[in-house]
Nanobody, 120 residues
């Protein structure tokens, strides 16, 4: 059974940093991708970043380019989202999800959310 476990959220001041983690278990190959999404109150879910587990190819939403970095540690089955220069508008519940495709499209598995709050 595939499971995704997201963690690392918290309260941080604007300009600060946080690192989110998504631990994936149950995959039998590395032929999948992990994406981070976020959803703020009253807003639609937004794709933030994604990474190919097989070769490390990454992609970012324009709103986070240059501030967020996605990475993977295949030995730990973990994907990280390093978030720097955080802004109040980054406040949201962040979710990780897994796709069998690259670029990722359909998402077969979702982790629980982790709340990121950026104070001004």
């Amino acid at each position: 059974e595939v499971q995704l476990q997201a963690s690392g959220g918290g309260l941080v001041q604007a300009g600060g940093s946080l690192r989110l983690s998504c631990v994936a278990s149950g995959f039998t190959t590395d032929d999948y991708a992990i994406a981070w999404f976020r959803q703020a109150p009253g807003r639609e879910r937004e794709g933030v970043s994604c990474v190919s587990i097989r070769d490390g190819t990454t992609d970012y939403a324009d709103s986070v380019k240059g501030r967020f970095t996605i990475s993977r540690d295949n030995a730990k089955n973990t994907v990280y989202l390093q978030m720097n220069s955080l802004k109040p508008e980054d406040t949201a519940v962040y979710y990780c999800a897994a796709s069998r495709y690259w670029p990722p499209s359909e998402y077969d598995y979702w982790g629980q959310g982790t709340l990121v709050t950026v104070s001004s």
